[in-house]
């Protein structure tokens, strides 16, 4: 059995996923590199099964209709046979230097006495154009190189989550947890760490800077503009994150507190693009949205709304909108969260 499966969702990927494919091939025979081509228009299909040809037993296409990001994500579980699964962005790539701590540490955790669900490392916003680049650690929420559980994490403040770029999950948790993402629909990532937290038993950190998530393409799907452009998408996976918390009894406080704080953040993201929007359309979606939070659990409503972050984003008025925006950019230089 392979240690790590890792998927490559790529579409229209031809300019930058070798760079990805290489950074990845190091791992050799332990890792398994899940190419898989979404309908893409351009070589991108062509360099994947070059790869596969040249690195057979490492190396896998697979060719689909397009489906989006998440169902990307989803033919890379489907296919997957490593004992932990991660999923590497085609214009990202990982550390030279990281990536065979990365590995070994998998390898005595799958010896070892313990079960562990979740694999933590840092990555490292690498934005075009600025020279030192914003290192994302959890040195102060976990314990290092030991196996943990949710009652000996300490705080994780704000801007300080786990998300998929740190992540690497159990393959098996994944399939068992019945994770599958949303087709033709972006910020599914936020999704693919979410869903499984409530299985999660058994978490390690490896203080390594493991991934570099690229910053800088005018298309790419974080840049506010084309944010706010599918600002639809945006609104189905908040309304499924809600979903999943509403009315769910987590028994661990310290769990549900961080699912709570994490719904928080993407809520707030979904409102202030809402509000940036500026149209009547855009102000009535982002009322519907905590409708429909209200509607779905009252009292998790009630904390989100009574909260900071609730609070500065549903101040009335046109002034209000702007004191959202305002403090929303304050928010988020102050903690390099893009």
């Known amino acids: 059995m392979k240690i790590l499966s890792v998927a490559i969702p790529c579409y229209n990927s031809e300019k930058y996923m070798e760079k990805c494919i290489e950074s990845l091939l190091p791992g050799g025979e332990d890792v398994e590199i899940l190419i898989v081509d979404d309908g893409s228009k351009d070589r991108t299909a062509e360099i994947a099964d070059a790869y596969e040809k040249k690195y057979p037993g490492i190396v896998k296409a697979i060719h689909q209709e397009n489906g989006g990001h998440g169902e990307a994500v989803n033919t890379g579980l489907r296919n997957a046979t490593g004992l932990y699964f991660k999923v590497v962005d085609s214009d990202d790539w990982v550390d030279a230097s990281a990536y065979p701590k990365i590995l070994h540490a998998l390898r005595e955790l799958a010896g070892g006495p313990q079960t562990v669900d979740m694999v933590i490392s840092n990555f490292v916003y690498d934005k075009v154009g600025v020279r030192r680049k914003k290192v994302m650690q959890y040195r102060a929420a976990f314990p290092k190189e030991k196996v943990f559980g949710w009652e000996q ?7 300080h989550y786990i998300l998929m770029h740190s992540v690497i999950y159990r393959t098996k948790l994944l399939r068992e947890c019945g994770l599958v993402l949303p087709k033709h629909t972006f910020y599914v990532d936020n ?8 299985y999660v038993k058994n978490m390690y950190y490896i203080d390594e800077t493991f991934y570099h998530y690229f910053i800088g393409r005018e298309d790419q799907s974080v840049n506010e503009v084309v944010m706010i452009g599918r600002i639809d998408q945006q609104i189905r996976v908040n309304k499924l994150m809600i979903d999943i918390l509403a009315g769910q009894k987590i028994a661990d406080k310290k769990l549900r507190k961080y699912m709570i704080n994490d719904l928080d953040i993407i809520t707030t993201v979904s409102s202030i693009m809402l509000i940036r929007s500026g149209t009547k359309e855009a102000l009535e979606k982002k009322k519907e949205l905590w409708q429909y939070l209200k509607k779905a659990d009252f ?12 609070r500065t984003m549903n101040l009335p008025g046109k002034s209000g909108r702007n004191l959202s925006v305002a403090a929303y950019k304050i928010t988020q230089k102050f903690f390099g969260f893009n």
Request: glycine share 12%.
């Open 299 to 310: 009292a998790l409503y009630y904390k989100l709304r009574r909260g900071i972050m609730g």
């Open 153 to 159: 994490v300490r705080h994780l403040r704000i801007g």
């Open 191 to 198: 999704l693919f760490v979410f869903q499984p937290l409530p």
